[in-house]
């Protein structure tokens, strides 16, 4: 079976850090690209982070210097670590896996069940 499950949401301050997990299962990981995706009420989902097979990483403006993704190859785990939170990054955040190893934001072929982010003012 095909899991993917996200684990570290919480309740955070303004200013302050969390590090969110990926877990999978069930699927060869070393051959799928591992993105970090966010929804908050009432907007559309959008990418946040991703990691490729080769370990190259990318993340959307918003989050570059304050976000680090990481992935731990041996424990098929991969990781979002968050500081410098800001309420705007208050949302449900869903890791998924894309086969071919390459990072885009469009086609995800598994995704996890999401995780709560909030961060107060």
């Known amino acids: 079976e095909v899991q993917l499950v996200e684990s570290g949401g919480g309740l955070v301050q303004d200013g302050g850090s969390l590090r969110l997990s990926c877990a999978a299962s069930g699927f060869a990981f070393h051959s799928y690209a591992i993105g970090w995706f966010r929804q908050a009420p009432g907007k559309e989902r959008e990418g946040v982070s991703c990691i490729s097979t080769e370990g190259r990483t990318y993340y959307t403006d918003s989050v570059k210097g304050r976000f680090t993704i990481s992935s731990d190859n041996a424990n098929n785990t991969v990781y979002l670590q968050m500081n410098s939170l800001k309420p705007e990054d208050t949302a449900v955040y869903y890791c998924?896996?894309?086969?071919?190893?390459?990072?885009?934001?469009?086609?995800?072929?598994?995704w996890g069940q999401g995780t709560q982010v909030t961060v107060s003012s």
């Open positions: 998924a896996a894309a086969l071919g190893g390459s990072c885009q934001w469009y086609e995800y072929d598994y």
